[in-house]
């Protein structure tokens, strides 16, 4: 697994989080579930 770094659209403003996922589509699938659909503005590889 791979360590992807996140920046998603908060209700406050932006922030990064971490997540750990096989490829970016599916950190990209993660962080969508966690801060809802569209909320997920890019994806980093770590």
Known sequence: MTRY???V???SGTAFTFVYAEN????MRLG???YGKG?????FEE
Request: aromatic share 12%; glycine share 0%; net charge neutral.
């Open 32 to 34: 969508e579930a966690q």
């Open 24 to 27: 970016a589509i599916y950190a």
């Open 39 to 43: 909320n997920v503005l890019s994806c």
């Open 9 to 11: 659209r908060l209700d």
């Open 5 to 7: 770094k996140l920046w």
